[in-house]
């Protein structure tokens, strides 16, 4: 059986798993990113994000992002639909936001890391760990059982994370489902990030996203919440009065899970970055920018902790509190969502200058 050794071993190559480890190897330190999945891997998201986003990887990790990485169009207004419809909805003032190709996103980083010597592995699934002064991991590599050892781990495996339940087997994992289809279509949209809340048509939120010709249609809804062709059909009413939304052909349906929990930093020298560690807005599903600056901030207290001896969670939990002390309030305020106050946000939102541009 195969040994490798490694100061570093992150698990998941999604944006949080490789801006960790290109953030690690810059800095010096030996490091692995094992995908369970092939290249050009799929991800069920609708890949907008803040434009902060696009920022953050110019600022912490000096990488421009290409434009074949970036929709048609590639900056999205946000426009809420309360639930007394589209006419007392609108545009939110000085907000802007990236349309991302997801897929592109995802590779790029990915080829990010290997160009700065990280040991990308494609087929690589992790199955198990055991913490000690030396972290073992057992991997999967395209069929063959391998042994990964590192200093520092860095769980980057989704919403559903096995490094999660390897530190915390009773850990009830809490997901919302977002179900995504993209629809060749027809319809009076404008480049916006069009978000449907009304609890008569979709339990939390729904959205429209115009991209590369296409219009991604999505819902989300917590386990045992919804029928999944019973909201479908309500939303894609919805749209067809709202906004003359004419459906062509649908090409491809998606269901994926998303983190709707209270976060977790990890254990020992063992950190949670992104979905994994829960690090995703419970009212909007955005996750790209949580993922960003969680994966950064692993990165930075893992040289924090080899150079002062202290265990790793100490020092990446102390970095992402304010991100928690958000996501908390986030989960506090969606928690009794009603149309009422779904009508009273939209309207204050629609008030609000945004400062900030982004």
Not at 183 to 194: I, V
Request: with cysteine; glycine share 10%.
């Amino acid at each position: 059986m195969k040994v490798h050794r490694f100061d570093v071993v992150v698990v998941g190559g999604g944006p949080a798993g490789a801006v960790c480890a290109i953030k690690c190897a810059e800095m010096g330190f030996r490091t692995a990113l094992l995908e369970k999945s092939t290249s050009y891997r799929r991800k069920a998201c609708g890949g907008v994000t803040p434009t902060i986003t696009k920022e953050l990887l110019e600022l912490e990790l000096g990488l421009s992002t290409p434009q074949f990485v970036l929709s048609v169009p590639e900056r999205l207004g946000l426009f809420y639909v309360p639930p007394s419809g589209k006419h007392n909805g609108g545009v939110m003032r000085n907000y802007t936001l990236l349309n991302l190709r997801r897929v592109a996103f995802d590779e790029w980083l990915r080829e990010e890391a290997k160009a700065r010597n990280v040991r990308l592995l494609y087929g690589a699934e992790f199955t198990e760990l055991k913490l000690g002064k030396n972290n073992m991991l057992k991997v999967r590599v395209n069929g063959s059982l391998e042994i990964f050892e590192a200093t520092y781990v860095v769980g980057a495996d989704g919403a559903i994370s096995k490094v999660r339940s390897c530190l915390f087997p009773n850990y009830r994992s809490r997901v919302l489902t977002v179900v995504q289809e993209v629809w060749d279509a027809e319809g009076k949209f404008e480049n916006n990030f069009y978000v449907i809340l009304n609890g008569k048509i979709v339990p939390t939120y729904g959205y429209v996203i115009p991209k590369d010709g296409k219009f991604f249609v999505g819902f989300g809804f917590k386990s045992g919440t919804a029928n999944i062709q019973s909201c479908t059909d309500r939303l894609l009413g919805l749209l067809k009065n709202e906004f003359s939304f004419k459906p062509i052909r649908m090409e491809i349906r998606e269901i994926a899970p998303i983190p709707f929990t209270i976060p977790s930093a990890g254990l020992e020298n063992v950190v949670l970055v992104g979905d994994a560690g829960g690090l995703c807005n419970p009212f909007s599903g955005e996750g790209i920018r949580f993922a960003i600056e969680s994966g950064v901030a692993a990165a930075e207290s893992i040289k924090t902790s080899q150079e002062e001896s202290i265990k790793l969670v100490s020092i990446y939990e102390s970095k992402i509190e304010g991100l928690k002390e958000f996501l908390l309030r986030m989960h506090a305020f969606v928690s009794d969502f009603d149309d009422e106050k779904r009508e009273t946000f939209v309207k204050k939102e629609l008030l609000r200058v945004n400062v900030f541009g982004m």
